[in-house]
C-alpha cells in the first residue's frame, strides 16, 4: 500500500540510576539490558553506562541510555554532572535496609536542584523497592497505601516493588517511565 518505507523514529533518552550503595542499581540496569544476575557485590565507582534499545513500535525506535550512578556518591560534588540533561530517572531502595528507605528523599531533593526538563519542568521519577525476593514482616515501606501518599509527598510518579534477581517488575517499571517520558515530548 506504501510506495515507500515508513520513515523510523528514533530517540535517544539518558535515564538515571540512583539510590544509595548496594540497593541493587546494577544488578536491575544488567538484568534489564542483559537479562543477567550476579550475587557477587562490586560496588560501582564514579558511574557506569549501559544502553538498552527498544523497538517501541514498527516504526519507533528508543534508545535507553542508563546512567548507573554509584552510591558512594551521594554526597559528591560530581552528582550535579552526571545529571546534566537527563530526561527521567530511577530512585533505588533496598526493602532489607530502612536506612536506604530514609534516603530516598535525599536522592530525590538532589535531582530536583540539579536537574530539569527543557521548559523547567522536573523530570519524572519513579520509585523501586528493590530485592522483594527478600520480603518478610521487617521489609521497609512496603504498604500500598503509605507507598502512593509518600510518591505523592515527596514527587515520584509511582513505585514498583522489584527483583533483579527474580526478574520480577523492571521491565514493567521502564515501559512506565518510557510512556512518560513519551507523553512529555
Ligand atoms: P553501588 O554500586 O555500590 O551503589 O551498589 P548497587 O546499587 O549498584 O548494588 P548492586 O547491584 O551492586 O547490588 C548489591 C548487592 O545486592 C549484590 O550482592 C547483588 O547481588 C544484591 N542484589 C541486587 N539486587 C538484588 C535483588 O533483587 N535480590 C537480592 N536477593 N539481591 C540483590
Ligand atoms: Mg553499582
Redesign the pocket.
Known amino acids: 500500500e506504501h510506495p515507500y518505507p515508513t520513515e523510523i523514529r528514533e530517540y535517544l533518552y539518558k535515564i538515571l540510576v540512583i539510590?544509595?550503595?548496594?540497593?541493587?542499581?546494577?544488578?536491575?540496569i544488567?538484568r534489564y539490558v542483559h537479562n543477567i544476575?550476579?550475587?557477587?557485590?562490586?560496588?560501582?565507582i564514579g558511574v557506569d553506562f549501559a544502553l538498552k534499545v527498544i523497538q517501541w513500535s514498527p516504526d519507533t525506535v528508543i534508545r535507553m541510555q542508563l546512567w548507573?550512578?554509584?552510591?558512594?556518591e551521594k554526597f559528591s560534588g560530581l552528582t550535579r554532572v552526571y545529571y546534566k540533561e537527563a530526561v527521567a530517572a530511577l530512585v533505588?531502595y533496598?526493602i532489607t535496609r530502612p536506612n536506604t528507605f530514609e534516603a530516598v528523599p535525599k536522592w530525590k531533593a538532589d535531582l530536583d536542584t540539579k536537574v530539569c526538563l527543557p521548559d523547567g519542568q522536573p523530570i519524572p521519577v519513579v520509585l523501586l523497592a528493590?530485592?522483594?525476593?527478600?520480603q518478610d514482616e521487617t521489609s521497609v515501606g512496603l504498604n500500598g497505601e503509605d507507598m502512593e501518599r509518600f510518591c505523592e509527598d515527596n514527587g515520584f510518579l509511582k513505585w514498583f516493588g522489584?527483583?533483579?534477581?527474580?526478574n520480577s517488575n523492571i521491565d514493567d517499571a521502564a515501559r512506565f517511565l518510557l510512556e512518560e517520558i513519551m507523553h512529555r515530548e
Open positions: 539510590g544509595d550503595l548496594g540497593t541493587g542499581k546494577t544488578s536491575i544488567k544476575f550476579s550475587t557477587n557485590y562490586k560496588s560501582t548507573d550512578i554509584a552510591g558512594q533505588v533496598d528493590n530485592k522483594m525476593d527478600l522489584t527483583s533483579a534477581k527474580d
